[in-house]
Each structure stands twice: as C-alpha cells, then as structure tokens.
C-alpha cells in the first residue's frame, strides 16, 4: 500500500496546525477584536468566488468584511506558513509566557525628532518606544542603520522574529488586510506581530504583558495618569 506523498504530507501538517491555531484566533477575537476566524474561512474555502463576486469594493456581511484581495491575502497566509516551517527547521519554537526574557528596548538616539520631520517611527520600520512612547525603537528582525536614519535589512525569519512572534498572529485580520498590529504594545514583525521589546506574550490573558506579567491597562495607564496628575 503506498503512503501519503509529500505535498499530501505538507497538507496534513498545515492543516493540523491551523488546528492548533484555532484557540488563539477566537480568544483574540474577543478581547481586541482583531481576528476574523470566519474571515479567514472564507480565504480558504471560498477566496476566487468572493475575489470575482466583491472586485473593486469592500462589504460588510452579516457584520463580518468580505475583501477583494483574497488571493493576495491567502498567499500572505500560506508564507507565513513556509517562515515557521523554517522557524522549526532551524530548531527555534515559539516561546510565550515569560519562558524566556524579552528583548531590551534600543532607543534610537534622536528618534524623538522624526515625528517633529513630519515622518513616524512605523514609515521606518520602527514603533513608538522609550520614554513616554516618545522614541522609536527598529521592529524584531530589522537593524538600525545610522547612515541613513533608518532600520533596514528586516529578515522575516530572524532568530528572534521565530521565538518571539505571537501564535497566530499571521491570521489576525489586521495583519491579513492592513499588515498592521492593533493589540497594545505590540508591532508588525515579519508576517506575524510581536509583543515589544520588554513585553511578551501571556497565552492566558492574549495580551502582551512587562516583566510584571500586568497587561498596560493596568500599570502603565496608571503612572502616565500620576504623571499627568503632578
């Protein structure tokens, strides 16, 4: 009797992991109202249909987004597949919940004038960071290049983009549609998004959380309010 071939063998292993993705992509769904499991349904069971059926317009359905560019959108989704295949490859899983510690924030020196310049940190490959959020610091896998005020050289699949990216995340459906993180203190890192650096990822509470395991909603809002208060 012959055995599963090797596409067939791809096939299974990405479809149990999008089982075990399932989890992280309802969870998320309720507390920052990012992922669309059933958006993403239709990226997979029904994407040229909806591409031909909603080309050159967006709809909302039964209050869920049903967006032309599913094709585009599947493609991103199967590549972030291929990047933790990689990930795996190179021996580098995954850590959530503090098993290991997070990066240090590297403020960019001087970074504080790039808004005042009428630019952002995200135009830079960089997030709000430092101080107040005052600061940028460059996105996991990108370095900062001082020649050109800039970070560049981004590597999807960097050391620390692997372990350090959250679960899931490449099926957000921000990060599908607009390539942007919305969840609190994180920012786009290769096809996934990532706590910032001094933050990670707690799969209990979906959120990012600092050293203390306390999401910003509960320590950070409040010293920027004394603050304010003084």
């Known amino acids: 009797v012959l055995g599963p071939t090797a596409p067939q063998v791809r096939g299974m292993a990405s479809g149990v992991f999008l089982l075990l993705c399932l989890p992280s992509v309802l969870g998320e769904k309720a507390l920052h109202k990012e992922p669309h499991f059933s958006a993403f349904l239709e990226l997979q069971q029904h994407g040229e249909h909806h591409k031909s059926h909603y080309a050159g317009r967006e709809k909302h359905h039964h209050g869920q987004l049903a967006h032309p560019d599913h094709g585009v959108q599947q493609q991103r989704i199967h590549h972030s597949l291929e990047l933790l295949e990689r990930c795996l490859k190179k021996d580098l899983k995954v850590q959530t919940d503090g098993e290991v510690d997070p990066p240090q924030e590297e403020v960019i020196l001087g970074s504080q004038t790039w808004a005042m310049n009428g630019d952002s940190c995200e135009h830079r490959s960089a997030y709000s960071c430092g101080p107040d959020s005052t600061h940028c610091c460059c996105r996991y896998g990108c370095t900062y290049n001082g020649d050109t005020d800039r970070c560049e050289n981004c590597q999807e699949e960097s050391e620390q983009i692997c372990v350090m990216h959250i679960p899931a995340s490449h099926l957000w459906e921000q990060r599908v549609l607009q390539g942007a993180c919305h969840a609190p203190r994180s920012h786009p890192c290769g096809t996934w998004c990532c706590c910032n650096a001094g933050w990670h990822w707690d799969t209990e509470l979906r959120k990012c959380v600092d050293q203390d395991g306390q999401p910003e909603s ?13």
């Open 218 to 230: 509960h320590s950070h809002f409040q010293q920027f309010f004394q603050k304010a208060r003084s």
